[in-house]
């Protein structure tokens, strides 16, 4: 959850810097996709005191708060020994987009004065930092907050709080989502009724079910609301399986968390885990993909390694095993890009793609509806520049094209997944 603010306290001292202007932010909408409301935290260190002079402590709000809503604030004025100061005239001003109830008064007895505030910026850019400048006795003291946000639009179905809108009510119409994060929002991905949410700044967050441990925070219980995700390290990409979620680090390492039913941890057993751990044996990983109960990463070698069910072949092994621990697929090298289905895999080599796994639906693109144990070539296909896949359809990027290999394209679960900016 996000912490709460911390009262930052500041000497009254000659000051000449500006509030800062808000600008339009670009919103990232992913249905796990909203007008972001906003919740300030104050940012930064107090200021010195020097001796003899009074001290201002601003208090801001610890929670969120919609961007149209009152934002609490609280100036307290003592002086040097910490004695409060009554009658102190305070004046405030803050963005040209601040609307305060009060922008001046007298402090009480216990030497506070106490107002509110809108920023009225339903579109601001969570992370921005705002400045509120109190005036005592004819000096500026001014301090940063963080403007805490969403830019997480949701519709669809919520039964599990997997949109996180703080409730589980069906949503129709695309709304925001709960306004906890510290940093816009670059990629979003789901698993079946919950959901994760990467950061610009490297933080994962997650929302819904979480009966196997799955958002990773240390519990079973669900969460509607977004919460964080424990991690040693910041992220890169994130990924699900249907009750797993899982993060590539900036060191190159793969965590994992949540459901372990056919060793989809890579952890060397089916014990599951409420919090992220590492998954041994793979390291200097570019990227990763998460089907229906399994896991796929690819090194800087280009080489494929995988883990959890094997009821399809999916795991590219010859077999129908499940591998616990993590596995190489030693019928295909030199891969550029990997893509997961539900139970299916697609490789990219070059500007050839592979396939392997399930294929009742004809996802793996070969001509029939065959499955395949390991890895085969899709025939007729070059020029490909990108490979996506989805529940039982694989898609090529030729060029400038789409070429579908056989099947709808569709998305897991019932809660839209999309990203747009605006």
């Not at 505030?117 to 940063?144: E, M, N, R, Y």
């Not at 969460?223 to 009750?243: E, R």
């Not at 109960?293 to 090194?299: K, M």
Request: glycine content about 14%; aromatic content about 6%.
């Amino acid at each position: 959850m996000v912490a709460p603010s911390t009262p930052a306290s500041s000497t009254i001292a000659p000051s000449s810097a500006a509030a800062p202007s808000l600008s339009r932010r670009t919103v990232v909408a992913a249905g796990v996709w909203g007008a972001p409301a906003v919740s300030l935290a104050a940012a930064g260190p107090a200021f010195a005191s020097a001796s003899g002079q009074s001290r201002v402590t601003m208090t801001g709000p610890t929670g969120g708060v919609s961007p149209t809503g009152a934002v609490p604030l609280t100036v307290t004025v003592t002086d040097a020994s910490g004695t409060p100061m009554a009658g102190e005239t305070v004046t405030l001003s803050g963005p040209a987009s601040a609307s305060f109830v009060s922008t001046s008064g007298v402090t009480d007895g216990t030497g506070r004065f106490a107002t509110s505030f809108s920023l009225d910026k339903p579109w601001i850019t969570p992370g921005t930092t705002i400045t509120i400048t109190a005036i005592v006795a004819g000096t500026s003291t001014p301090q940063a907050f963080t403007v805490l946000g969403s830019d997480v639009l949701v519709s669809g179905v919520n039964d599990r709080g997997q949109l996180g809108t703080g409730s589980s009510s069906v949503v129709s119409t695309p709304v925001q989502s709960s306004t906890v994060f510290p940093s816009p929002v670059s990629s979003v991905v789901g698993g079946i009724g919950f959901s994760f949410a990467l950061l610009e700044d490297g933080s994962v967050w997650g929302a819904g079910l979480n009966g196997d441990g799955q958002l990773g925070v240390g519990d079973t219980a669900v969460h509607s609301t977004w919460v964080k995700v424990p991690l040693p390290k910041t992220a890169t990409q994130i990924a699900a399986t249907d009750s797993s979620g899982y993060a590539l680090l900036s060191d190159g390492t793969v965590y994992g968390w949540g459901g372990n039913d056919g060793g989809r941890l890579g952890t060397g057993n089916t014990t599951s885990s409420k919090v992220p751990v590492r998954v041994p044996n793979v390291s200097g990983i570019t990227q990763i993909a998460a089907g229906g109960a399994y896991l796929a990463v690819l090194d800087a070698n280009k080489s494929v390694w995988m883990c959890g069910w094997n009821v399809s072949g999916e795991l590219g092994t010859g077999d129908k095993n499940d591998r616990y621990s993590m596995t190489n697929v030693s019928g295909v090298s030199n891969v550029d890009q990997i893509a997961a289905g539900y139970h299916f895999m697609l490789a990219r080599v070059g500007d050839k793609v592979w396939s392997w796994g399930a294929n009742d639906c004809g996802q793996l693109g070969v001509g029939d509806q065959n499955g395949r144990l390991s890895p085969v070539q899709i025939p007729g296909l070059s020029g490909v520049v990108s490979v996506a896949a989805s529940a039982d359809a694989g898609v090529s990027r030729c060029c400038r094209r789409v070429r579908r290999c056989r099947g709808g394209v569709m998305t897991r679960g019932s809660s839209v997944r999309a990203m747009r900016r605006m």
